[in-house]
């Protein structure tokens, strides 16, 4: 019994070995499987399902090209109104909003001093053209006595020196009267200026429109001697112009006479068609971005566009009408345009009965959204626009090196 006994206690340590070693290449059979299933899912990538795709189906809709800015709204023709001499503004006879039409009286200057030059050369003018009558009046007088002392000379009863002094006589008068004309002709030119400084105490409207600013007030003195002061401001507001900034980027792609639609803050749904009339050839540079002015006009009958409003501006490049269109998201570059290529032939995926098919395509315009598809898709079918696997496994990270 206790031989039996003991054998039966030696044995049940070898099978407890046994059943632990089974375990354990059991365990790493299991890991090895496990490590080879992950090695397989990163480096192949997970099959995605149908039902996990982003897809869109291809409809028909108009599509714009278009390039992008922000503008500025301003009358297209204006004048700023000043005034052409010094003195206190008296009165101003019209208000911000006014509408006038050219030639209507706008302001009005102290004509004081203005009125005492034209009346002091008024005068001196006068007393000219009085003394010019005397002059000639002394220079008939001149030629007579220069006549009589000829006829006493040749008839041999005056003297030679009689002669010459009245011969001397007549060219000094007639001396006098041309230099009182002269001193005429001057007063008269000085008359005319202060004249004109005179009415120019008076301020018209040099056009038709609206004053849109007014720069001075009642009771100003305005000097006009170092600078040219301004008064008012009168705009056009039937036709408007939009200043559109283009970056560099993009201002080739513009071209004068091109077509043309913004809107505004205030209105975003209503708008306005125009044409490109003019590119500034000057840029402007704002944070270090080159910008280039580009002008618009706009008729403005209804007067809904006001001076200073923002604009977003579309300058049109393109547009189709009924065109099939796909989200931009799904459609890649060929392989063929990467070679060089047709610049319109890229890759659409589409998804046909539940698997994803590869298919050439022919693009035409583009948007930031939605590509115009001339050939290789048909309204209805559904494109795909999550990311392709195949791109996503070629830019993935090298496989770690297995330890063992």
Do not use: C
């Not at 099959?47 to 714009?64: F, K, N, S, Y």
């Not at 230099?179 to 018209?204: F, R, S, V």
């Not at 559109?244 to 505004?264: C, H, L, N, R, W």
């Amino acid at each position: 019994m206790l031989q039996k006994s003991g054998h039966g206690d030696i044995a049940k340590p070898v099978k407890a070995r046994k059943g632990r070693a089974r375990k354990a290449w059991i365990f790493a059979l299991l890991l090895g499987a496990a490590g080879a299933g992950g090695y397989y899912v990163y480096a192949q990538g997970p099959a995605p399902a149908a039902a996990q795709m982003a897809t869109a189906p291809v409809v028909r809709g108009d599509l714009e090209q278009n390039v992008t800015a922000l503008g500025t709204i301003k009358p297209k023709t204006y004048v700023d109104v000043g005034t052409q001499v010094s003195g206190q503004l008296r009165k101003v006879l019209v208000e911000i909003g006014d509408t006038v039409k050219k030639g209507d009286l706008l302001a009005q200057i102290d004509p004081t001093v203005y009125q005492t030059r034209v009346i002091g050369d008024q005068a001196q003018l006068e007393n000219l053209k009085a003394q010019l009558a005397q002059q000639r009046a002394q220079l008939d007088l001149d030629k007579l006595r220069d006549q009589r002392a000829s006829r006493l000379l040749s008839s041999q009863a005056g003297s030679q020196d009689a002669a010459d002094a009245a011969a001397a006589t007549v060219r000094i008068g007639e001396a006098k009267i041309q230099a009182l004309q002269a001193q005429i002709k001057q007063t008269q030119a000085t008359l005319d200026g202060d004249l004109a400084n005179l009415n120019y105490t008076k301020i018209y409207a040099p056009m038709d429109g609206v004053v849109v600013t007014t720069s001075a007030t009642e009771g100003q003195t305005l000097n006009a001697n170092q600078t040219a002061p301004i008064v008012l401001r009168i705009a056009d507001l039937d036709t408007m112009q939009v200043w559109a900034q283009v970056a560099e980027a993009d201002i080739p792609k513009v071209k004068v006479g091109m077509s043309v639609y913004f809107t505004t803050l205030g209105m975003p749904d209503r708008r306005f068609n125009a044409k490109v009339v003019q590119i500034l050839p000057t840029p402007e540079t704002v944070n270090d971005v080159v910008l280039y002015n580009v002008l618009i006009d706009v008729p403005n009958t209804e007067r809904l566009l006001m001076t200073s409003m923002s604009a977003q501006v579309f300058f049109m490049l393109g547009s189709a009408k009924d065109a099939l269109l796909v989200p931009a998201a799904a459609v890649r570059p060929a392989r063929a345009t990467q070679r060089g290529g047709a610049r319109n032939e890229a890759t659409v995926r589409v998804l046909v009965n539940g698997q994803p098919e590869v298919r050439q395509v022919k693009t035409g315009l583009a948007s930031r959204n939605q590509v115009q598809i001339i050939d290789g898709l048909k309204e209805g079918e559904l494109v795909i626009t999550s990311p392709d696997p195949a791109a996503r496994q070629a830019n993935r990270p090298p496989m770690p090196p297995r330890m063992f």
